[in-house]
Structures are given as structure tokens and as C-alpha cells.
């Protein structure tokens, strides 16, 4: 196996989950150009405040080279990056949102983008971060509302209007009085994170933070 795993990466070589450049050993985090890459986010620019979650910590900027690669682990079945993701955001979880969660949870696709699909990238990014932060995941939220795709949308007040009401909490007494970590992938107005928070605060959660893969530069430099 040793040698056809070597022959292997000779003909295919593993690429780095970040930029996409063949060379990364093992392809299970950032390449060494990667580790010092300007797309990371740091201090104030890595935390955002919400409505009805306290704060969001980010871990990039969704800017190229990295936006081509999660647009891949999203819409080209590459689930096997979320290994890699998850721990980068694990790392920016134990950086900025310390002792402020009990368990995890994620913002969930539509049944029928999870059909098409095949995964729900969210929840696989949160499935991950809680193995490494040693909290439990828990399905609470299930998306039973319609609407059209956020990205579709240009404006703001258009993006929250799009998902109010489409969240449920189907159990409750799952979070009741839960300090809740809420997961999803990219963070652009904060209108998909805010109306699934609401949700759960609704249900009866004591407090939600998120935290996201990454966030648009829009309102960054």
C-alpha cells in the first residue's frame, strides 16, 4: 500500500484545500504559502455582531484563491474537505468564542438540496469542529420554508425578508435553556445565521453564538 499510495500522489497529486495547489502533503490543512496567505482573518475583523446571536467568529475572508475552493467542497461533492475546514474553524471557535457554548449545532440546507446534493456542507463543517472542540452536535433545526437562493439576492433587506420563517426547532425540549454554537459555511449580511438563531431563541435556547468558515469582504477592507 506504501508504494501505491507514493505512485498515487506522484500521478495525482494531493492539493491543498485552500488555494487548490497540488503539493500539499496529506491535503488535510493549510499548504505552508497558505499558513501566512493574507485571506485569514484576525481580531476585530474575525468577529461580528448579530441580532439574535451575540457574536460570530470568522476564521477567512471568502475571497480567491479560497472562494474557488469552497464553492468545490459546496457544489462539486467534495465532503472530504471538510476535514480540513472544520479544524481551521475549530481553531477560530477556541480563539474568539471561549466557554460560551454547551453544544453544537448547524444551519440546515433544504431536504431537497440535501437529496440533490448528497451532503449538507454545514453540517459536516460542524460535525467536525465539535469532534475537535469535544462537544456534542446536535440536529435542532430542520429547514421547512421555500425560498430563493441568498446569493441571488443583492441587497440586504431582501436576504432577511427571504428566510423569515423557514427555520423550525421540532424538539424543543432539545433547546431549552442550551448554550448554543451555531455552524454555517459563509457569512455575508448575517440574515441566514440571524433568522436560525431566532429560531432557536425562540425554542427556548439560553444563548446562540455562530461562527462561520468564512465571511464576505464586503464590509471588510
Known sequence: MGLLNVLLDLLYPPRCPFCGKPGAKGAEGPCPHCQTAPFWLEGRQAVVPGKHFVRCACAAWYQAPFREEVLRFKFSNQPHRAKAYGAVLAQTIRTYLPGTFDCVTWVPVSPDTLRKRG??????????????LGKPVLPLL???????????????RERFANVAGVYTVPQPAAAAGQRILLIDDILTTGATLNEAARTLRQAGAGQVVAAALCRTPEHGP
Open 119 to 132: 451532503y449538507d456542507q454545514a453540517q459536516l463543517l460542524a460535525q467536525e469542529a465539535a469532534k475537535a
Open 142 to 156: 430542520e429547514k421547512t420554508g421555500k425560498n430563493r437562493p441568498q446569493s441571488s439576492l443583492a441587497h440586504g
